[in-house]
């Protein structure tokens, strides 16, 4: 009888030891999850960050519009890194913003998100849907709000889009747990001149609070007025790939299926 209840002692601390060891890591067996987004479908994705992220064995998620006109001769490379592992996400074909305040002197007319409908909106969004299907062949995938900018006349236009998208970035600086995200605002911390460590920093804070970390970059050594150094962002890199044992880093369309999941047992 002693000998019974040693075994079901000892069988009920291992249990009880796997359960707590899966509390603290609650991102695939990992501590933090962390996913790096890169906006606009620059050509600086194609020249200075694929590059760098292949080289390390990273995988991330890239944001594509074609406003600059450039998406058709970067479609080869974008099938070459679909097939990689990296997530062609839908930020729209033209980046609709919110023009008529200031730091939206770019917004022209044509693309000002005030002179949308929600059928136009909606329209856009699906057509790029078809567009980087045609390229990568895949129908789950995320978007990423232009400028942040959610809403045609104060109505969010995702919510029609859900079945459609399986996550929506938006740019709120963040950090939260995977009990309390909403994957349809999902967070995201910009770039514009960070130092490595700075990021680094972003990332530690992730690992303490056991939370999404979702970095957002538009220029990697040039390309745009929202840039960081090639340094800096080799820095993170060389930092993230050191410690893949305790963060999750994946493409957001891989991270938001993880919390779908989770959130549909929780019901």
């Known amino acids: 009888m002693t000998c019974l209840k040693t075994i079901a002692f000892l069988l009920f601390f291992t249990l009880t030891t796997m359960a707590t060891a899966q509390n603290n890591q609650p991102w695939k067996g990992k501590k933090c999850a962390v996913v790096l987004t890169y906006d606009d479908g620059l050509d600086i994705d194609i020249t200075n960050v694929l590059p760098a992220l292949d080289s390390l064995g990273l995988k991330a998620t890239f944001y594509i519009a074609n406003y600059q006109g450039r998406l058709q001769v970067q479609i080869p490379a974008w099938r070459a890194a679909a097939a990689k592992g990296h997530e062609l996400g839908n930020h729209t074909l033209f980046h609709p913003c919110e023009g008529g305040r200031p ?159 989770k959130q549909k047992k929780r019901q």
């Open 103 to 261: 730091g939206r002197e770019f917004v022209s007319a044509d693309y000002d998100l005030n002179n949308y409908s929600m059928r136009r909106i909606t329209n856009e969004i699906l057509a790029m849907n078809a567009v980087l299907n045609a390229i990568d062949g895949k129908t789950n995938r995320t978007f990423a709000f232009p400028c942040g900018d959610n809403k045609i006349h104060d109505t969010a236009y995702i919510d029609s889009l859900r079945t459609d998208l399986i996550g929506a970035r938006g740019v709120v600086g963040t950090i939260p747990t995977i009990d309390n995200i909403d994957l349809y605002n999902l967070p995201g911390y910009g770039v514009m001149d960070n130092s490595g460590e700075s990021m680094i920093q972003w990332v530690k804070e992730a690992e303490t609070k056991q939370g999404l970390l979702v970095i957002i970059f538009h220029g990697v050594g040039g390309g745009h007025s929202l840039n960081v150094s090639l340094p800096a962002h080799s820095q993170l890199l060389h930092y993230l790939k050191q410690h893949e044992k305790e963060i999750w880093i994946a493409p957001m369309v891989e991270v938001a299926a993880f919390i779908r999941d």
